[in-house]
């Protein structure tokens, strides 16, 4: 089929975030018994929700002209969840685990869609107690996001090491940055997408699972790319939850900027080279292990380098489409984040200043509404 390239898209965008419920005694996550979400549909109608876990809060910004608009919305929502938080004496953070909380001591959502998949999936889904940040970039086209989702799978580590916050799991350290992906792997149908050819044997795949019984509808393919089966977006999936907005909104402005270049080079009859999904999937677990302190594998050259320093090359692969999506100053951030480490670098260094996993929430905590 051929791909209709003429008209560039607006790469509209939205972003998901999942809060954690935390009470500031204890420290640990706690069931907010639905107050929080039924409070802010008062005010923020769909863009608040529950989650699975009665201790996690999902938002939602609504489709965003570009990425100041994202970052103003996403400043909002945890402006206004804080507030609702506050009323109930309780406080929000955002990182992908919790330092210490136990997912058998957590509530599940009363609402037939969770006793549905929990039905389904066991303890896999009661023990599913994370927290992500998920990116929409709005193509209308499905057979030109079905190509761009083949082409960024090879940059997801990449974006993925920049937002490690998941260091620790039940009061362990476990040695990951971003031990999330390793607790959410136990589903099915998640991790890194397969190559599809076209839409055609895309929308088969998803024929076939519907018809045998293995889904009932297409959101539960939970990859950590898809093309979205309701909206007309690609949906990244992979990004742990970051600590700020500045973050949040630096990787927003990535994303896009990736998926506007490979429009870009489809424009041009070109594409960027397409890697076995076996070989990404050895960077997605060195990005999991190490964040952007340790090595990735530059598939081209074949050898290992930094982490820092593919993702100084990601940054020269975007810079020509940075200026039009107006996003300079966000992609910047980037420079930031590899001085002062991510959420779990900072997790785990208020750790090893202070052993007590209490500070570490208390960090989080604090950071939850910075440079707002």
């Given at each position: 089929?051929?791909?209709?390239?003429?008209?560039?898209?607006?790469?509209?965008?939205?972003?998901?975030?999942?809060?954690?419920?935390?009470?500031?005694?204890?420290?640990?996550?706690?069931?907010?018994?639905?107050?929080?979400?039924?409070?802010?549909?008062?005010?923020?109608?769909?863009?608040?929700?529950?989650?699975?876990?009665?201790?996690?809060?999902?938002?939602?910004?609504?489709?965003?002209?570009?990425?100041?608009?994202?970052?103003?919305?996403?400043?909002?929502?945890?402006?206004?969840?804080?507030?609702?938080?506050?009323?109930?004496?309780?406080?929000?953070?955002?990182?992908?685990?919790?330092?210490?909380?136990?997912?058998?001591?957590?509530?599940?959502?009363?609402?037939?869609?969770?006793?549905?998949?929990?039905?389904?999936?066991?303890?896999?889904?009661?023990?599913?107690?994370?927290?992500?940040?998920?990116?929409?970039?709005?193509?209308?086209?499905?057979?030109?996001?079905?190509?761009?989702?083949?082409?960024?799978?090879?940059?997801?580590?990449?974006?993925?090491?920049?937002?490690?916050?998941?260091?620790?799991?039940?009061?362990?350290?476990?040695g990951f940055k971003a031990f999330r992906a390793?607790?959410?792997?136990?589903?099915?149908?998640?991790?890194?997408?397969?190559?599809?050819?076209?839409?055609?044997?895309?929308?088969?795949?998803?024929?076939?699972?519907?018809?045998?019984?293995?889904?009932?509808?297409?959101?539960?393919?939970?990859?950590?790319?898809?093309?979205?089966?309701?909206?007309?977006?690609?949906?990244?999936?992979?990004?742990?939850?970051?600590?700020?907005?500045?973050?949040?909104?630096?990787?927003?402005?990535?994303?896009?900027?990736?998926?506007?270049?490979?429009?870009?080079?489809?424009?041009?009859?070109?594409?960027?080279?397409?890697?076995?999904?076996?070989?990404?999937?050895?960077?997605?677990?060195?990005?999991?292990?190490?964040?952007?302190?340790?090595k990735l594998i530059d598939f081209g050259r074949?050898?290992?380098?930094?982490?820092?320093?593919?993702?100084?090359?990601?940054?020269?692969?975007?810079?020509?489409?940075?200026?039009?999506?107006?996003?300079?100053?966000?992609?910047?951030?980037?420079?930031?984040?590899?001085?002062?480490?991510?959420?779990?670098?900072?997790?785990?260094?208020?750790?090893?200043?202070?052993?007590?996993?209490?500070?570490?929430?208390?960090?989080i905590t604090s950071k939850f509404n910075e440079?707002?």
């Amino acid at each position: 089929m051929a791909l209709s390239l003429k008209k560039l898209p607006k790469f509209t965008l939205g972003v998901e975030e999942e809060y954690q419920i935390i009470d500031p005694e204890t420290r640990d996550l706690r069931s907010h018994m639905s107050k929080i979400v039924e409070g802010g549909k008062i005010t923020l109608k769909e863009q608040v929700k529950a989650e699975m876990h009665q201790s996690v809060v999902e938002v939602g910004t609504n489709v965003c002209e570009n990425v100041a608009q994202a970052r103003a919305e996403v400043s909002s929502l945890r402006n206004k969840i804080s507030e609702l938080a506050a009323k109930q004496d309780l406080v929000v953070g955002a990182a992908s685990t919790h330092p210490f909380a136990r997912w058998q001591d957590q509530e599940i959502t009363d609402d037939p869609r969770y006793h549905v998949i929990v039905d389904e999936l066991k303890d896999i889904a009661r023990s599913n107690l994370i927290f992500g940040l998920h990116v929409h970039v709005g193509i209308d086209n499905r057979e030109i996001a079905i190509q761009l989702m083949n082409q960024a799978c090879y940059f997801l580590p990449h974006i993925y090491a920049l937002t490690t916050n998941s260091p620790f799991w039940e009061g362990r350290n476990t040695g990951f940055k971003a031990f999330r992906a390793k607790v959410f792997a136990k589903f099915p149908r998640t991790g890194l997408p397969e190559y599809f050819d076209s839409v055609q044997s895309y929308d088969n795949y998803l024929e076939t699972l519907v018809k045998t019984n293995c889904i009932d509808n297409p959101k539960k393919i939970w990859w950590d790319l898809r093309i979205h089966p309701f909206f007309s977006t690609i949906e990244f999936r992979i990004c742990d939850m970051c600590l700020t907005v500045d973050e949040t909104t630096c990787i927003v402005a990535l994303i896009q900027a990736v998926v506007a270049k490979l429009y870009k080079l489809l424009l041009s009859n070109t594409s960027f080279n397409i890697y076995r999904i076996a070989l990404i999937r050895e960077n997605k677990f060195r990005a999991a292990r190490n964040g952007i302190e340790g090595k990735l594998i530059d598939f081209g050259r074949k050898i290992e380098v930094p982490t820092s320093e593919l993702i100084m090359e990601l940054l020269d692969f975007i810079d020509d489409v940075v200026d039009e999506l107006d996003s300079r100053s966000e992609i910047e951030y980037v420079h930031q984040i590899l001085k002062n480490g991510t959420g779990a670098d900072q997790q785990l260094a208020v750790f090893d200043q202070t052993q007590d996993l209490k500070k570490v929430v208390d960090m989080i905590t604090s950071k939850f509404n910075e440079g707002i």
